[in-house]
């Protein structure tokens, strides 16, 4: 019963460096989505997708690219990472609405 | 600008008690508004919701209230356990999620 699968949990990188997250979801969901958690700033959503091919821009997808090629994954990538990208990464696949969300447990990402 | 805002960060209370949490909205477009329930080291999980056109919904201990005049809605969690310890978001749809900041709810044995 795995739902929302994110990798790595942790990562630490060095400013500059790139990395990928994925995410996988096994509900068959066509939404998915990527938020930042940030101290005192609640989530905010990054990119999200909404079906296998599709992406779009949420609220906070500056430096931050996208990609949707099969319909249960769903991968962020940082291209030149900096500090301010220092941030919890949570991976959400569902619906809109009061359809609800289902969550991965996150990724800690530090960027010195 | 935070359109979803949590403005209690923490709340405790007493084991059988009722505890409520609160949240404002500025935006009058949102059509649905849900609680999410976060453990450490794991992921948001649902726990209720409520239509724009309705101003109350119950799910056993859990009831969200809805006040679209003051943009205000509540979440009373009545008889409070201890497993119900955990930061409790509150999020609006329009159609994505907006989150607040969320409360750490501490209920005490």
């Known amino acids: 019963n795995a739902g929302v699968t994110q990798t790595p949990k942790f990562r630490v990188l060095k400013t500059g460096q790139s990395m990928t997250l994925l995410c996988a979801q096994d509900m068959n969901h066509e939404y998915m989505y990527w938020y930042r958690q940030d101290p005192g700033m609640g989530l905010r959503l990054i990119h999200y997708?909404?079906?296998?091919?599709?992406?779009a821009k949420g609220e906070v997808p500056d430096g931050y690219n996208v990609s949707r090629l099969k319909k249960q994954n769903f991968l962020l990538g940082l291209e030149s990472a900096a500090p301010s990208q220092t941030s919890v990464y949570f991976c959400?696949?569902?619906?809109?609405?009061?359809?609800?969300?289902?969550f991965g447990d996150g990724t800690r990402l530090s960027i010195l | 600008d935070q359109q979803v805002k949590q403005n209690s960060p923490s709340l405790s209370v007493q084991e059988g008690r009722i505890s409520i949490l609160n949240c404002d909205y500025t935006?009058?477009?949102?059509?649905?508004f849900l609680w999410y329930k976060k453990y450490p080291a794991e992921g948001p999980t649902f726990l209720i919701s409520i239509s724009s056109i309705k101003d109350k919904n119950e799910d056993g201990r859990f009831t969200v209230f809805l006040n679209k005049s003051a943009k205000h809605l509540s979440l009373h969690i009545v008889p409070s356990q201890p497993g119900d310890s955990a930061v409790y978001f509150c999020a609006a749809s329009k159609p994505h999620l907006f989150f607040g900041t969320g409360t750490r709810l501490t209920v005490i044995p």
């Open positions: 997708s909404v079906g296998e091919g599709t992406t």
């Open positions: 959400a696949s569902g619906g809109t609405g009061n359809q609800p969300q289902h």
């Open positions: 935006n009058s477009m949102f059509d649905y």
